[in-house]
């Protein structure tokens, strides 16, 4: 079974910003499946535990808020019975241009507290990450960049990312090797 765990905080104020390109990603999956997700607050998490091309997969968003989203992904892997090598957790990166996208089998949180949290949570940085890169505004806090909404510029430059990172998750349930996954996703320019 595979754990895809998109994050962001929930709320409609912070639909659309820049700290929820996880949730954009699973909403965008979803849409392409026809699915909708159940609120589970034992889990703390909105998720949908489905079938695709044969495989059990759960597309899932902690309800946690960003800083305690691993609550909810060990809950998940706890209740399902998820091994971490089937874990993929989509988050946004400061550290990254716009629009590039960055899949990783381990490493750091690189200071994004959803995924120090899940580090914390696991007790250890040996997990797939998709990260998406959402830049840096230095005139800017951080805090009030990543809050921000997108502009429709940003939009426009992300929307074929989304399609990406939905064809990455795909070929990635239909058991492509993850080596061949970092070769053909992690590119230095989106085009």
Not at 40 to 49: H, T, V
Not at 160 to 188: A, G, H, Q
Request: aromatic share 8%; glycine share 8%.
């Amino acid at each position: 079974m595979k754990l895809i765990v998109g994050l962001g905080n929930p709320g409609r104020e912070y639909q659309q910003t820049r700290h929820n390109i996880g949730f954009i990603v699973i909403d965008r999956i979803l849409k392409d499946l026809s699915l909708e997700l159940k609120v589970d607050n034992k889990l703390q998490a909105a998720y949908i535990k489905t079938k695709i091309n044969g495989e059990d997969v759960i597309l899932a968003k902690p309800l946690t808020y960003m800083n305690l989203s691993g609550q909810a992904v060990i809950a998940l892997m706890n209740f399902y019975k998820v091994e971490k090598d089937n874990l993929i957790i989509i988050s946004d990166d400061t550290a990254l241009e716009l629009g590039k996208i960055r899949l990783r089998g381990s490493g750091s949180h690189g200071g994004q507290n959803g995924l120090r949290h899940i580090i914390t949570q696991l007790g250890t940085q040996e997990f797939k990450r998709l990260r998406v890169g959402i830049g840096d505004n230095n005139l800017m806090n951080k805090a009030d960049y990543v809050l921000g909404k997108f502009t429709p510029k940003e939009i426009d430059v992300l929307m074929p990312v989304f399609d990406k990172c939905r064809d990455l998750i795909f070929d990635w349930i239909n058991k492509m090797s993850f080596e061949n996954l970092m070769n053909k996703y992690n590119t230095p320019q989106v085009k």
